[in-house]
């Protein structure tokens, strides 16, 4: 008789063992930090628990399945963080909860099972031990998370969101379909754009409010619409009062409210707008669309119903057939070339509608930057074969937009004035058309293919005899000694080059009073410091072979330049040779 109760006795230890190593533990946690106020747990809408700071709860559950849970900073709220964890028997599973300080959004987090046991492990970082509570069971017995989730409410109409960390184009909240049909995105602002169906049979009145939407970049950062629109009305000042305090934009969110009526069936467009993101962000993470609804304007605020979205990716506005093409939607706008002209630099662009439908282009302002480190902005304008215009910024762009027919292209020239001369390239242009700002870098100033011809500052050396003869004032003129030769990679002066040397002394030994600067160049070959010591070493020959020719030390400075003033674009060997020279020009 003993050794069977023995037996039974060891029969049900092992499965009291087996069905705990089935259970899987759940830890709800909270760090003491900054945000102060309490957070509202729910599991599946009804209160589970509320977490002060520093606080930590656990729950064991036997079932695997999806656990529904969602946080709020205060019961009456509507702005609420959600998850959706799926369990599976006998695994651990973390869940960090906060809440963003000063603008009073809660958070709610599924911890990767290796950092979440750090972090439950730091006793110091908590009031108390983990204290025990109980869960309801799964909403879902077996399913995993990212599945899609259907629920019928109690008046029969359907929902269909995404779950967290899946993207949805298409869902279905409360008989109102919400489908994403196009992403726009250009440096620090973004467009997302919507066709809103109600599926009811009858008419129902829409309202959308910004003052309960947020979004989550994947710079951490949490980012609000700047403007919402709703077929043609639009709100596009953000709560410039409020300063940025969260209490005002929700006591004045009636202000920013928007609404129509939906005609039953058909689709109404419907667009946010965000102009303030970091240029780094590649997508929204995660966030929601708040929208009101139904009946008459009198009861906009009663039914509140959220749409959520998550992994909103941003599209490339690079064209990956041509570098040098930007598209924005159905508008490209490709650089063809940056080039000098007079004091200047015009920049020659393109415009194109790669749609079927026309719509205006405007172009409204823009800065560059060169490879000196100087900083320009756009001073003017010229579309097709019209006439420069200046650039104003305050004529409400009427002078600087045009039509684009569909499939059509138009010229459009950017001017900068009062450019260095020395520069070879714009590192950064920056542009920005029908608000969205582009941006291209390392632009190459592309010379004259045929010479120096075009640029008043370079005299040929007959020129500069005659100019010295006739006493003419030729301060600042160049002239590229065109019969100078060195050996390879050195400064040894090559005899052939004598004759042009010879005239040089002559002509200075003529013009007593003239100082000259010899400056040495290089093409692109080779390594910058090691050109810039052989152009140096170069003009430094010069200087002493005219020296040796009696001509004052005080006339003359020499000075290597390397490879930082090209006079051709280095793409072939012919422009190549032409960069290596030797110049000199008048300064006294």
């Not at 667009?271 to 139904?294: E, Y």
């Amino acid at each position: 008789m003993k050794q069977l109760l023995f037996f039974y006795s060891l029969v049900s230890f092992v499965a009291i063992q087996n069905l705990k190593a089935q259970c899987s533990s759940i830890f709800f946690y909270r760090f003491d930090g900054f945000c102060s106020q309490p957070i509202y747990l729910y599991q599946d809408g009804k209160q589970l628990l509320t977490l002060q700071p520093g606080e930590r709860f656990k729950a064991e559950v036997c079932a695997s399945g999806n656990y529904n849970f969602q946080v709020k900073l205060n019961n009456e709220s509507i702005i609420q963080a959600k998850t959706v964890l799926a369990v599976d028997e006998g695994k651990n599973y973390f869940i960090k909860i906060g809440c963003v300080a000063g603008v009073d959004v809660p958070t709610i987090k599924i911890m990767d099972t290796a950092e979440g046991e750090l972090d439950v492990a730091k006793d110091k970082r908590f009031v108390s031990a983990p204290r025990q509570i109980n869960l309801s069971p799964a909403s879902s017995s077996g399913t995993k998370a990212g599945a899609k989730s259907t629920n019928n409410n109690s008046k029969g109409q359907t929902s269909t969101t995404a779950l967290p960390g899946t993207f949805k184009a298409v869902q279905v909240v409360n008989n109102f379909k919400f489908e994403l049909v196009d992403i726009i995105r250009a440096g620090s602002t973004a467009q997302l754009n919507f066709k809103i169906t109600n599926l009811a049979p009858d008419d129902r009145m829409l309202f959308l409010n910004r003052s309960y939407m947020h979004f989550y970049d994947d710079m951490g950062a949490i980012v609000y619409p700047d403007q919402l629109c709703l077929v043609d009305n639009c709100h596009n000042t953000y709560y410039t009062s409020c300063q940025g305090n969260r209490d005002c934009i929700l006591n004045q969110g009636w202000r920013h409210e928007i609404e129509n009526s939906m005609p039953s069936g058909i689709p109404l467009n419907a667009s946010l707008t965000f102009q303030k993101l970091n240029k780094r962000a590649t997508k929204l993470v995660r966030g929601a669309v708040w929208f009101g609804c139904c009946g008459s304007s009198v009861n906009r605020t009663v039914l509140m119903n959220e749409v959520p979205y998550s992994e909103i990716v941003f599209p490339s506005v690079i064209d990956p057939n041509n570098a040098q093409n930007r598209i924005i939607a159905s508008l490209g706008v490709e650089l063809k070339s940056c080039e000098p002209i007079g004091t200047g630099l015009r920049l020659n662009y393109t415009l194109r509608n790669l749609g079927d439908v026309p719509f205006d282009v405007v172009f409204q302002q823009g800065n560059a930057f060169d490879d000196q480190g100087n900083q320009y902005t756009i001073s003017g304008f010229a579309y097709a074969s019209e006439a420069r215009r200046p650039l104003n910024a305050y004529d409400n762009y009427a002078s600087q937009t045009r039509n684009l027919q569909s499939s059509a292209a138009l010229e459009l020239q950017l001017f900068i004035d009062n450019a260095k001369q020395n520069i070879q390239s714009l590192r950064r242009i920056d542009l920005y058309f029908n608000g969205y700002d582009l941006s291209w870098d390392n632009a190459l100033l592309q010379r004259s293919k045929t010479g120096l011809t075009n640029n008043n500052s370079y005299l040929s050396y007959p020129e500069l005899q005659s100019k010295l003869g006739k006493k003419e004032n030729v301060v600042g003129k160049k002239v590229i000694l065109e019969n100078i030769y060195f050996n390879s990679g050195s400064d040894q002066i090559l005899s052939q080059s004598y004759p042009q040397l010879n005239q040089l002394s002559e002509l200075l030994l003529a013009n007593p009073t003239v100082k000259v600067e010899i400056s040495g160049h290089t093409d692109s070959v080779g390594e910058d410091i090691s050109n810039m010591l052989l152009s140096q070493k170069r003009a430094d020959g010069i200087k002493y072979f005219l020296i040796s020719k009696s001509i004052n030390p005080i006339r003359i400075i020499s000075i290597g330049k390397g490879e930082t003033e090209f006079i051709y674009s280095n793409e072939s060997e012919s422009e190549r040779s032409k960069n290596r020279r030797v110049e000199i020009k008048i300064v006294e």
